[in-house]
């Protein structure tokens, strides 16, 4: 009861808010795929702490640049002291974090889809 608070539902702005309030967002779910809460994180300028699981988290969190992805409980605590202790390194990371929001921008996505489909198109004549 000390360390955590269960708040229930929020809002987009109350977790805007919250977020803004932040230094570091950290995610301890084993099997996650591709969650959205990370991007708006990231949006918040905020150091990302999340276990790596199969699924896309490696495409946003490069380790050790604009978060930590842990295998075990025990790196979870050890990265989040690690980010606590130190603001030049929390710093560092939320910068690099909003910054690497780029590559899930409408126009690198979109960018990436027409490079596949030309990709496609030109080994299909081949």
């Known amino acids: 009861e000390q360390y955590v608070e269960l708040a229930g539902r929020y809002s987009s702005e109350e977790i805007e808010t919250a977020m803004a309030e932040a230094s570091v967002y950290a995610l301890s ?50 990265a989040l002291a690690s980010l606590m202790r130190d603001d030049e390194l929390r710093g560092k990371m939320a910068r690099a974090s909003r910054a690497s929001l780029q590559m899930c921008s409408r126009e690198a996505v979109g960018k990436q889809w027409v490079n596949l489909i030309e990709e496609l198109c030109s080994d299909k004549e081949n």
């Open 29 to 78: 779910s084993y099997s996650e795929g591709f969650p959205f809460v990370l991007l708006e994180a990231m949006g918040g300028s905020l150091p990302i702490v999340a276990c790596d699981t199969r699924g896309g988290l490696s495409m946003m969190v490069q380790n050790g640049e604009n978060g930590y992805l842990v295998h075990s409980m025990e790196q979870f605590r050890d």
